[in-house]
């Protein structure tokens, strides 16, 4: 029964994130100010993302309860994936935000800095792949979150300094919108670092080794 349950649990941890992943792409959608994109859809499916998160979490803490009747790698997976929803709470909670200063870009017929939309694909395909090794364990998919990871970064540092370099020399307005695309690819290179910790987590389950932040390719060893 223990293992049917973990088999469920896992399935409504995957769920989860294929709802996060769609609200990933609903985000990407308003950054490139598609006609089909829309606030509300966000916002509505951010309030299923938390009511679900913590019917999860509650099921993991059940199925703890039975620790006696737990493997090694059963419990790692009853821990993990209160953390890796954790996590994919919380990216919803960034993608909301992102999503909000996009519409307000396209209420206001703001030019969007071309590497946000960029940024937010790359990570909806890291969200991709990090449900792809939830399912599949394919530790390979674990180097590849971690490799797109960089280069979300990367877009972040170029928009950066980009734009911090003129905000000095900008009117209020100006200056004022750029901040605000300044926190939104602040809240993108956060949803891809919490793609990473998903991916890590799973390398984890089956493992039993923890990857730091500083490793480059998972130890398959």
Not at 53 to 77: G, H, M, P, W
Request: net charge negative; glycine share 4%; with cysteine.
């Amino acid at each position: 029964m223990t293992a049917e349950s973990i088999t469920l649990l896992k399935e409504d941890v995957l769920s989860l994130g294929r709802m996060v992943d769609n609200t990933v792409d609903m985000v990407t959608n308003l950054l490139k100010k598609a006609d089909s994109a829309r606030l509300e859809d966000v916002e509505n499916q951010e309030k299923q993302i938390n009511d679900w998160s913590q019917e999860i979490e509650e099921k993991c803490l059940e199925l703890l309860i039975e620790k006696d009747n737990l493997s090694a790698k059963d419990v790692r997976t009853l821990v993990s994936c209160t953390l890796i929803v954790s996590k994919l709470e919380r990216l919803g909670d960034h993608a909301n935000r992102v999503a909000r200063i996009a519409s307000w870009a396209r209420e206001e017929e703001i030019e969007v800095p071309d590497e946000l939309p960029q940024m937010s694909a790359v990570v909806h395909h890291m969200m991709q792949d990090a449900l792809l090794t939830f399912v599949t364990n394919d530790l390979n998919k674990v180097t590849e979150v971690l490799q797109q990871d960089s280069q979300v970064n990367y877009l972040h540092d170029v928009m950066s300094k980009r734009l911090l370099s003129k905000l000095g020399e900008q009117e209020q307005a100006s200056a004022h919108m750029g901040a605000q695309f300044l926190f939104c690819a602040r809240f993108i290179e956060r949803m891809g670092d919490l793609c990473t910790s998903v991916a890590k987590r799973v390398h984890f389950i089956n493992t039993g080794k923890r990857l730091s932040s500083r490793s480059p390719a998972p130890d398959r060893g």
